[in-house]
C-alpha cells in the first residue's frame, strides 16, 4: 500500500478530463468538451456573402452537398454518389435535411464546432441551403479546394494532407 503522500506509478488524468474507468462518461465531462468548441468561421445567414455557391445550393443542392460529404467523409464516397442519394431521398421524402443533417454533425465533431444556432437537424430542417452554404464556405476556409474533391486535395497537398503511406515492399528471405 502508497503512503498518503508519495507518488503513485499510475498517471493521472487531466484535472478537466474523465478517468478511464471503462464506464459510460458523465454528462457533467461532455459539457467539459463542448465549451472547447470553435466558432464556425462564418455565419448561417452568410449565404450570400459568396452568390456562386448560394445559387448552386439553391438551384441545386445536390452538388453542394456532394461535394461537402466526400471531403467530410474522407474520400470514401464520391462528391456523385453522395448527390445522388441526397438527390434519391429529396424526390422519395421532400426532405434531403434528413441525410444532409448527418452530415453537419459528422463534420461539427471533426472540425470541433459549436452547434449554434441550434441542433443540426432543425438548422437543416428549416434553412437547408443557408445551412449547406455555411458548412461549404467552412471548408473552403479550412484550405479546402471544394471543387477539387477529397482525393484532389489531397494530391494537390493543399492543406497539406500526407498521402496515405503505401504497404512496405515484400522482402523475401532465402536460407
Not at 448552386?56 to 452538388?63: D, G
Not at 448527418?102 to 437547408?128: A, G, I, S
Amino acid at each position: 500500500m502508497n503512503p498518503p503522500n508519495s507518488q503513485s506509478n499510475y498517471a493521472q488524468p487531466p484535472y478537466n478530463q474523465a478517468p478511464a474507468t471503462g464506464f459510460p462518461v458523465s454528462a457533467g465531462y461532455h459539457h467539459q468538451q463542448t465549451k472547447a468548441n470553435q466558432e464556425w468561421s462564418t455565419g448561417l445567414l452568410d449565404c450570400f456573402s459568396d452568390c456562386k455557391t448560394c445559387c448552386i445550393t439553391y438551384w441545386c443542392p445536390c452538388i453542394t452537398f456532394g461535394r461537402i460529404a466526400e471531403i467530410v467523409d474522407q474520400g470514401s464516397t464520391s462528391c456523385a454518389l453522395s448527390g445522388a442519394v441526397y438527390t434519391l431521398i429529396c424526390c422519395l421524402t421532400g426532405c434531403g435535411c434528413l441525410y444532409s443533417c448527418m452530415y453537419r454533425n459528422k463534420m461539427r465533431h471533426q472540425y470541433m464546432l459549436n452547434d449554434t444556432p441550434c441542433c443540426d437537424c432543425l438548422v437543416h430542417w428549416c434553412c437547408e441551403s443557408c445551412a449547406l452554404s455555411q458548412e461549404y464556405r467552412e471548408l473552403q476556409n479550412r484550405g479546402f479546394d471544394m471543387e477539387l474533391g477529397w482525393h484532389g486535395n489531397v494530391a494537390q497537398g493543399s492543406r497539406g494532407v500526407a498521402m496515405a503511406p503505401t504497404a512496405p515492399p515484400v522482402v523475401h528471405m532465402s536460407r
